[in-house]
């Protein structure tokens, strides 16, 4: 199973250019997440999804935005790319948005990396 | 606001010893914990974690977790160190009650296990 399939995998971009990462998942979950991870800083929230139509800021938006336009599919675009965008950027899912029902787990991508010059 | 510390930011074992990685949580009411694991140059992937019930919990590939609220702590351990446990760490915490799933990573430890 495919699970989170995310692209391109890695990718080098010139400062000022816009770039979209792709995220896609198969397993019908409702709510999905953009991290980007950092030596020594661990991983940060950029921006979530509980359910489609809807997104939220997380701690480090700033630079980014999201669609949701679909529940397979959450996109993450840098408008203008700046150095200190440079990082690995992981998508993850989860599957539901009310703990009730959910076993409240994270399931990751692979990861994109990227380097901005 | 809940946040996590991860103590030690790399530990280093020998084969066979004790695995003991530290994870120390604030939150205004005990919240759901989480340990998760990255390979090289792969996502993270569940190890384990406690929601409710017994505190003690136990994961994949031997690694197990105790959460003790008095000491608002969820050390992970594994008695006995394999060369394939080498890896990133990751301590989490979610928002018990909260309306979504926002998880607060702490920052990692490197687990290196000698030969």
């Known amino acids: 199973t495919a699970g989170i399939t995310q692209a391109p995998t890695s990718q080098i971009l010139a400062a000022g250019r816009s770039m979209t990462l792709r995220c896609t998942q198969d397993?019908?979950?409702?709510?999905m997440y953009w991290y980007r991870q950092d030596l020594g800083l661990g991983l940060r929230l950029i921006h979530y999804?509980?359910?489609?139509?809807?997104?939220g800021k997380g701690e480090v938006p700033d630079g980014y935005s999201v669609s949701r336009a679909n529940t397979d599919d959450f996109p993450l675009t840098l408008a203008s790319a700046v150095p200190s965008q440079t990082s690995v950027y992981f998508c993850?899912?989860?599957?539901?948005?009310?703990?009730?029902?959910?076993?409240?787990?994270?399931?990751f991508g692979e990861g994109s990396r990227l380097t901005v010059l | 606001a809940q946040s996590v510390t991860q103590l030690g930011s790399h530990v280093s074992v020998s084969e066979g010893a004790l695995v003991l990685l530290r994870c120390n949580y604030s939150?205004?009411?005990?919240?759901?914990l989480f340990w998760y694991v990255q390979y090289p140059n792969q996502g993270l992937q569940l190890l384990l974690k406690?929601?409710?019930?017994?505190?003690l919990v136990k994961g994949i590939n031997g690694f197990e977790a105790e959460f003790k609220k008095s000491e608002t702590s969820f050390h992970l351990t594994k008695p006995s160190a394999h060369m394939s446990d080498a890896a990133e760490y990751f301590c989490?915490?979610?928002?018990?009650?909260?309306?979504?799933?926002?998880?607060?990573f702490g920052k990692g430890t490197l687990l290196t296990v000698n030969p």
């Open positions: 406690y929601t409710t019930g017994a505190t």
């Open positions: 939150s205004s009411v005990p919240p759901y």
């Open positions: 999804s509980n359910t489609a139509g809807t997104t």
């Open positions: 993850a899912s989860s599957d539901g948005y009310q703990q009730i029902y959910s076993t409240g787990e994270l399931f």
């Open positions: 989490a915490v979610m928002r018990r009650g909260g309306s979504n799933y926002k998880l607060t």
């Open positions: 397993m019908r979950h409702n709510a």
